[in-house]
């Protein structure tokens, strides 16, 4: 078991930067391949970014590649999501998982909203 908690949320304006938090606690942080998602009201909770256990390597889904930077702290049992130039479409609530298996998270956290305003 392990517990994911988000933070960083809030109201930007669209071009801004907000940096997402994840805490992780129970087992062994470094067991698992983390990931980020979003889901906007109405639509389907989409895969945003992942990063492996040991950092070596990061996946981002399109639209948000170069806006967006996943990295982790296995000593602290945190990752982060950096994200630049914000756009009023990233507008959602923002949830940290866990990889339990292959492309199966099992672990969530709460989520935390984001919304960007024009």
């Known amino acids: 078991q392990v517990q994911l908690v988000e933070s960083g949320g809030g109201l930007v304006q669209a071009g801004g930067s907000l940096r997402l938090s994840c805490a992780a606690s129970?087992?062994?942080?470094?067991?698992?391949?983390m990931g980020w998602f979003r889901q906007a009201p109405e639509k389907e909770r989409e895969f945003v970014a992942a990063?492996?256990?040991?950092?070596?390597?990061?996946y981002y889904t399109d639209s948000v590649k170069g806006r967006f930077t996943i990295s982790r702290d296995n000593a602290k049992n945190t990752m982060s999501l950096q994200m630049n130039s914000l756009k009023p479409e990233d507008t959602a609530v923002y949830y940290c998982?866990?990889?339990?298996?292959?492309?199966?998270?099992?672990?969530w956290g709460q989520g935390t909203q984001v919304t960007v305003s024009s």
């Open positions: 998982a866990a990889e339990v298996s292959q492309g199966n998270y099992g672990y």
């Open positions: 129970g087992r062994t942080f470094t067991m698992y391949k």
């Open positions: 990063i492996n256990r040991n950092s070596d390597n990061t």
